[in-house]
RNA sequence: GCGCCUGUGGUGGAAUUGGCAGACACGCAAGAUUUAGGAUCUUGUGCUCCGGCGUGCAGGUUCGACCCCUGUCAGGCGCACCA
């Protein structure tokens, strides 16, 4: 009996893969290309997760099958490595955060390739990396360059322990995504990139992209698109106030107005003395600036609000006047501030009209109890009354009729809305992209020229986050100040730098050429290589890396750089993998699993075929040690098929066996369900092990389809059986759709659909021939004795049903 | 509150999308081997009062339902006053 030395063979063809550079992707090759992308980790100084693994093995295997049959496969890996984990751990330890991140990335790699995984290495890349971050750069200055970068005074969250302002995106259930800590408001200068001047293409190009289901209505809700109308109502005060609504078919409906407390017209208003009720109103402001944009969406669903005394709206449909409110309830941030209320057609505009004892109007009939007891929403079935010109008409030709009604009057136009804010750019944080942009007191703000690029990020000795808003880099005063590159007159750096997610919006394209120092890539190696053909990813990154890139993507596309419109034709997304316990893993839970120790304890193998086994990818899965063992046993099993083996081509008696197993794993890899492909091969294997032997013949095809699961084992036991000179340089086997049948199979036979036989027959039999047979069972037939026979089906291959009375 | 997803043996999970529920694996049991344990191999393993009953629960459609429809419960995710 031969013994698999696992921990040998791993590391031997680990080295063996490195030496020959087999599974590096050629530019400039005339085979057909395959662009394999997962996102590239964050080097932590807790090492590589039993996660990261799942999402790396499941490419990895789709990567490698594709390499065997003759594509030209680009599978990179790099680190996303500037961030906040790591300056904070360097604050912690004095270390700088450049020591500290080549420590951590030095050792992620060493883990990654403990796995064996079939990454290209030689071009991997690291987003802290000037080399790099030049063409990050670069990319924000021709942002700025479009008018898509600006720096603004504006309120913005500020996380409370990063001491650092964050993206509506990095906001999560009011706290940071990154550590948890409570976000506040706090007016600051900031850099802001419009990802609103994209947000339609955004939305409309996601039809042309193979995502999950789940990715775009999350980036859909995220983007918030609505179609609606602007209209203008007079005041008694002789101001216009828009208000945006999706209803305007209901105008006829409005019985008052509100304002969000920040609304402009009541600084205003209250100057000028025009609302009688001014102490009223200060003290609701004072009130609602007192809670947090959380708490006021949030916690208060209870209506609040103050009617303002003295000023009334006036109706532009019917000219009826109605009161004003302020309430926090409406958003200064969404559509104009303020909206009409239509208590009868909308719940929230319902329970504020019951709380102020305000007219309810039904505009829109077909509701089962009065709209006094319960608001109409319908859209699709009401009919619209009350309502002068639009009495009779349905809700969607109403809108339309209304609409044109408001834009020929001048009283009105038709609107879009989004959710979508733009991005907050700026972090003032050390560990970070420098934003290539001089202060010049003449000039104004004053891009660098791309020539100074890279602007290197300056060696310090503190870099701790201040209280007061500053970056770290403000005390570096000879950095800071600079000359003008427009007048050459002395002005100041901009000492923010760029958030974590810079570096990942366009990394993908760094891999297809991340050498190249005098473009992002060659225009030839983007040609060739985009759009990344299958990427997988997380969740959790579905409105903030992902939609990013997709936002930088399309810009550089706008401007010529990139060839294609979207970065990714394909996105999935991995299920987390939980602790025994069935909890998140964390180390103050105690459940965390080192994929070091797994490997260590059971190979890499097995802890591939593990990650793939534990069930649907896109599910979360506890771990479990015990499941463990049967990959190991399975991968063992396989190596002992060694002994078994004598000369000849697949046996007649195992040739539809292997040609559904071909079949089968070959569709479920591009279909990302290893956990049943390896079902199928441990099927397979028990097939071999019953029929006591294993051919060549079999044992190649069974190497070759198990090599992307189990890349070391088979690769070792491909050598010793002398198949070839190695796997790499063979090809993917193929079935024979007419050899996948069976001869015989077995029907079951239902009498009133219950089972009351099973059958063997020839795979073709008939209808008449099946029926025959059934019939001759005597269960069949004392079922069906002295029966009327009222019906017979018979499914090809499946099952006979008579149904009887 | 609204929307989406999930619910299958002791466990992780399969089921060609309306056609034999429980593939594959873990665990367990018995046997073989072994001084013993471990490892390995073989066999068995949804429940059952042996009539049947079984895919969270209650109905419905159908010759036939894990799959479709209605209601309901539980868990997860997303959105959350976006007018």
């Not at 609304?263 to 102490?279: C, E, P, R, T, V």
């Not at 959710?419 to 000039?443: A, H, N, T």
Request: negative net charge; proline residues 4%.
């Amino acid at each position: 009996m031969r013994e698999y030395n696992f921990a040998e063979a791993e590391k031997k063809w680990q080295e063996i893969w490195g030496e020959t550079g087999v599974f590096h992707a050629e530019n400039g090759s005339d085979k057909p290309k395959y662009y394999c992308l997962v996102e590239f980790p964050y080097p932590s100084g807790n090492g590589l997760h039993v996660g990261h693994p799942r999402s790396y093995t499941a490419l990895d295997i789709v990567a490698r099958k594709k390499r065997l049959q003759g594509y030209n496969v680009l599978y990179p890996m790099g680190w996303d490595a500037f961030g906040l984990p790591t300056e904070n751990f360097a604050i912690k330890n004095h270390i700088h955060p450049e020591l500290v991140t080549k420590k951590n990335v030095a050792r992620f790699k060493s883990q990654l390739q403990s796995i064996g995984f079939s990454f290209d290495w030689s071009r991997e890349v690291n987003t802290t990396d000037p080399g790099y971050y030049k063409w990050t750069q670069w990319i924000f200055l021709q942002l700025y360059k479009k008018g898509l970068a600006y720096k603004k005074e504006m309120p913005v969250n500020w996380c409370t322990s990063c001491k650092c302002v964050l993206a509506n995106e990095e906001v999560v259930d009011g706290v940071c995504e990154r550590c948890g800590s409570q976000v506040i408001r706090k007016v600051k200068s900031q850099w802001m990139l419009k990802i609103t001047e994209y947000a339609d293409r955004l939305v409309d190009d996601l039809d042309s992209v193979d995502y999950i289901e789940r990715v775009k209505t999350q980036q859909r809700n995220w983007i918030g698109r609505s179609y609606g109308a602007e209209v203008d109502f007079s005041t008694s005060a002789g101001d216009k106030l828009t208000v945006y609504t999706t209803r305007a078919d209901t105008l006829f409906g409005v019985t008052y107005m509100v304002l969000s407390p920040e609304h402009a017209y009541i600084d205003k208003w209250l100057a000028s003395g025009a609302i009688g009720n001014a102490g009223d109103v200060a003290a609701y402001r004072a009130e609602a600036a007192k809670k947090s944009d959380f708490e006021r969406t949030e916690l208060n669903k209870d209506k609040t609000g103050v009617r303002l005394d003295g000023v009334t709206a006036i109706n532009p449909a019917n000219g009826v006047a109605v009161p004003i409110f302020i309430s926090d309830y409406v958003l200064t941030s969404y559509g104009t501030g303020a909206v009409m209320g239509v208590p009868a057609h909308d719940s929230r505009d319902w329970d504020f009209a019951k709380k102020f004892g305000l007219d309810i109007i039904e505009v829109v009939s077909g509701s089962d109890v009065p709209v006094t007891e319960k608001c109409y929403t319908d859209v699709a079935d009401g009919i619209l009354v009350n309502s002068d010109f639009l009495n009779g008409l349905n809700v969607a030709d109403a809108k339309e009729k209304i609409a044109s009604w408001l834009s020929e009057k001048g009283l009105g136009r038709r609107k879009t809305n989004f959710k979508l804010r733009d991005w907050v750019f700026s972090r003032q944080r050390y560990w970070g992209e420098p934003i290539p942009m001089v202060r010049c007191e003449k000039c104004g703000w004053v891009p660098l020229d791309e020539s100074e690029l890279p602007l290197k990020l300056p060696m310090v000795d503190s870099y701790e986050p201040t209280d007061n808003g500053e970056s770290p880099l403000a005390k570096l005063t000879d950095w800071v100040n600079t000359t003008c590159p427009c007048c050459g007159g002395a002005a100041q750096r901009e000492t923010d730098t760029m958030p974590q997610w810079a570096g990942s919006s366009w990394y993908f394209l760094r891999y297809c050429d991340p050498h190249n120092s005098d473009a992002l890539a060659s225009k030839e190696a983007l040609e060739y290589w985009t759009p990344v053909d299958w990427y997988n990813g997380g969740m959790e990154h579905t409105t903030l890396h992902l939609l990013y890139s997709r936002f930088w993507h399309k810009f550089l596309y706008d401007i010529g750089v990139v060839p294609t419109s979207e970065p990714y034709a394909k996105r999935t997304s991995h299920g987390m993998i939980l602790g025994e316990d069935g909890e998140k893993m964390s180390k103050s839970r105690g459940n965390v699993v080192n994929p070091d120790d797994v490997v260590a304890q059971y190979g890499a193998d097995t802890l591939r075929l593990y990650e793939m086994f534990i069930g649907d990818f896109e599910k979360t899965a506890p771990w479990s040690t015990s499941s463990i063992k049967g990959c190991k046993r399975f991968t063992e099993r396989y190596w002992a098929l060694g002994d078994m083996l004598c000369d000849g081509g697949v046996r007649p008696e195992m040739e539809g066996k292997f040609h559904r197993t071909i079949k089968k794993v070959t569709s479920d890899i591009d279909s990302l369900k290893a956990n049943t492909a390896i079902a199928a091969l441990m099927s397979l294997l028990n097939d071999i092990y019953a029929s006591g032997k294993v051919t060549r013949e079999e044992l190649k095809i069974f190497t070759l389809l198990l090599n992307p699961f189990a890349p070391h084992v088979t690769e070792e036991l491909y050598e010793e059986c002398g198949f070839g000179k190695g796997i790499s340089y063979d090809k993917w086997p193929e079935y024979d759709e007419s050899k996948c049948a069976e001869s015989t199979v077995e029907i079951a036979v239902q009498v009133n659909g219950k089972i009351k036989a099973r059958l063997d027959v020839a795979a073709d039999i008939d209808e008449a021939g099946a029926l025959a047979a059934a019939k001759a069972d005597g269960a069949v037939a004392a079922a069906i004795e002295g029966k009327t026979i009222v019906k017979e089906l018979y499914v090809k291959g499946r099952l006979v049903n008579i149904v009887v009375r």
